[in-house]
């Protein structure tokens, strides 16, 4: 027997571990012409040769090895090697599970690759992926061991599973929502940053691709979910989307979704890693920045429509006044007039409601105003203007507090509120006012936005008219936000409730559902020490009149001085006119003590209201002045009572209120000289 056949036994104990599908070509039977020598020289040759690391064990033993397994357990010859038990290679943690292969061979059984750990002479490890053979060469039995070391991919792999549980790991502590999509597999992971942003507990709902597009908006659904089928069957790295979200509770969250697809070295896409953010409070933020936006905008073009409109229907209400003193005036001609008079203040109070909710609230004069007298007030109002199928009914206790407010701005809210119900209630119904004392403590405050501790008057508004849906309460105070009819609603009318309310410094709900009716809350700061008490906003005292003093009325627009002359020389005075501030000073300093009173209008070319009292009051010190404007605005009140005004008049005024204001200011004290930019009397409106 040649000598290597002589190593080629193999003992019932020995490891044996078949390669992988048929025996190897060097370990088939000799070629045609081949010797045994020569097959024996040639299978040697193959394995000597061999990059992959081989030894051959007999026995047990190891008989032969190639420097590939040299290099691998850091021999630097084969002598180191050869003689040593084979299953001595093999780290203890190892070697029960050589003996598992040595069971599941002689079984029959497949056995696939296997992965070990073999010690190196220094002691040292290597991970290696072996696969074994028994070869039968001659009659005699050997096992050749091929060793591959995975070193690196086994690090790679450690690699990436520390990475994998890093990724989780912060995953869970960042409180957004963080997302893995297996896409082969399906699966999907989420942290509990999922659970918290969207209100569920652990264990409520499954991590799963349907969960996650179940909740999406139906509106929103097939648009997200094809634009994330596309990403992942383009060539695309990043996918993103906004799109609503349905919480837990049923509402729906706005969520900016974006993710980071991993594909294969073919280029499909395998897994996807992305997050969620819930921009719901931030949408809202930019809405109310925008909102400022577009009320600034508002704001500026509605002063700029107010003044014109109030210069407009200012003659128009003077002049109804004027006529309806006429002697000869019969019923038919007098219920034209009141028609045409209903109209124009309907008009100046659209302008004054546009600049209510564009400026954020007028600054109107506060006062302690019982609300028994107002909405005994509004109840004659409305009883004598809605249709007979609209029941009015008012309930006050006794002992309510008065409120600190503008008493025409509160008679507004009361007003606008109760045509909203009509409206709701175009077959009839019951409107009830009702109200009670209310003190708000710190801890109830806490839970509301807008409510502040301290003593209120809570006044409910109810109807039993159709109810609102809830995407309609949500959209009520919205300023042009209106589900009437084109030409039936201006939009305007509760966001003007909304901030007047705000702007003194209250707070209000709605509570509506549809077919169920509505109710309007609204908190009003109360005074429940106030004495003194307003309850009418429309104070009828008899007309005042002049006794020959002379008026100079300064007013760019010519229709409003001449019906202003025509009424106050109805009423008892003399009249002399300017059409610019240049004018006035010329007529005001040919007779600058003899005129009683200037009525001077504060925006005017060439030279303005503030300007001309100024110099007024240069030439007569303690000349009266009344300013009249049609932009009442806080600006302008504060430019005249710094110039020293004695009063303030917003247009458009009736004839009415044009008396009571001239002949209030005739009759008020003079001012002393030495003082002359003072204000002599409170500015009202």
């Not at 963080?178 to 940053?193: M, Q, R």
């Not at 008892?572 to 004018?583: F, H, K, L, N, S």
């Amino acid at each position: 027997m040649p000598p290597f056949a002589a190593l080629l036994p193999v003992s019932s104990d020995s490891v044996i571990l078949p390669f992988p599908g048929e025996t190897p070509p060097f370990a088939r039977e000799a070629s045609v012409g081949e010797t045994p020598h020569q097959s024996e020289e040639r299978y040697r040759k193959l394995i000597l040769l061999s990059p992959d690391a081989n030894f051959v064990h007999v026995d047990g033993l190891i008989t032969l090895v190639n420097q590939a397994f040299c290099r691998l357990m850091g021999a630097t010859r084969p002598e180191q090697l050869l003689g040593r038990p084979a299953i001595g290679v093999a780290h203890a943690s190892s070697q029960a599970l050589v003996l598992l292969r040595q069971i599941q061979h002689f079984a029959n059984q497949p056995v696939p690759p296997t992965e070990m750990t073999f010690v190196r002479l220094d002691g040292t490890t290597v991970e290696v992926e072996v696969t074994a053979v028994a070869v039968e060469l001659l009659g005699h039995k050997e096992v050749q061991v091929i060793a591959r070391d995975i070193s690196a991919r086994q690090a790679a792999v450690t690699a990436l599973r520390e990475s994998e549980e890093r990724f989780k790991f912060v995953a869970r502590a960042v409180s957004d929502v963080v997302w893995d999509w297996n896409i082969p597999a399906n699966t999907l992971w989420w942290n509990d940053g999922f659970l918290t942003t969207f209100g569920f507990a652990a264990g409520e709902i499954e991590p799963s691709v349907e969960s996650w597009t179940g909740r999406i908006h139906p509106d929103d659904r097939s648009r997200v979910v094809a634009s994330m089928r596309q990403a992942i069957t383009g060539r695309t790295e990043t996918w993103k989307e906004e799109y609503r979200f349905q919480r837990k509770d049923g509402t729906h969250a706005i969520v900016q979704d974006s993710g980071y697809i991993l594909r294969d070295a073919t280029g499909q896409g395998v897994r996807m890693v992305g997050g969620m953010r819930d921009l719901t409070e931030h949408r809202k933020m930019e809405a109310q920045y925008l909102r400022a936006q577009r009320m600034e905008s508002i704001g500026t073009l509605a002063g700029g429509i107010a003044h014109d409109l109030n210069n407009v229907l200012a003659p128009i209400m003077m002049s109804i006044e004027l006529l309806k003193h006429d002697p000869q005036l019969d019923t038919r001609r007098s219920r034209i007039l009141d028609i045409i008079q209903q109209s124009s203040q309907r008009g100046a109070n659209l302008v004054r409601q546009v600049l209510v909710f564009a400026r954020g609230g007028l600054d109107g004069q506060r006062v302690a105003v019982g609300l028994p007298g107002l909405l005994g007030e509004l109840e004659g109002i409305v009883t004598s203007t809605f249709p007979r199928s609209v029941q009015i009914v008012v309930d006050l206790p006794a002992g309510l507090w008065p409120v600190l407010g503008d008493i025409t701005q509160i008679h507004q809210v009361l007003l606008n509120l109760a045509v909203n119900a009509r409206d709701a209630m175009p077959h009839g119904g019951t409107l009830t006012f009702t109200a009670s004392n209310r003190t708000i403590d710190s801890q109830y405050a806490s839970t509301s936005e807008e409510a502040k501790a301290g003593q209120y008057v809570l006044l409910r508004v109810t109807d039993t008219g159709v109810g609102m849906p809830q995407a309609v309460r949500e959209r009520i105070f919205e300023p042009f936000f209106t589900t009437k009819e084109r030409g039936k609603g201006t939009g305007i009318g509760l966001a003007t409730v909304h901030t007047i309310v705000k702007s003194h410094g209250g707070f209000l709900s709605v509570e509506s559902e549809p077919g169920r009716g509505t109710s309007f809350l609204i908190h009003l700061p109360a005074v429940p020490e106030a004495v003194n008490v307003s309850t009418n906003p429309f104070p009828r005292p008899e007309i005042a009149r002049g006794h020959d003093e002379l008026v100079l009325v300064v007013d760019d627009e010519c229709s409003i001085r001449e019906i202003t002359q025509q009424t106050l020389e109805t009423f008892g005075y003399r009249v002399i006119t300017a059409r610019d501030g240049a004018e006035a000073v010329a007529l005001f300093a040919k007779q600058p003590h003899e005129v009683a009173l200037v009525l001077a209008d504060m925006m005017m070319p060439i030279m303005d209201g503030e300007a001309l009292i100024h110099v007024l009051r240069h030439i007569n010190p303690v000349v009266r002045i009344i300013a009249a404007s049609g932009l009442e605005v806080a600006e302008n009140i504060a430019k005249a009572a710094k110039a020293g005004v004695t009063d303030f008049l917003p247009k458009p005024y009736t004839a009415d209120i044009l008396l009571r204001r001239v002949r209030a200011a005739l009759d008020h004290p003079l001012a002393s000289s030495t003082t002359p930019h003072a204000t002599e009397i409170p500015l009202t409106r």
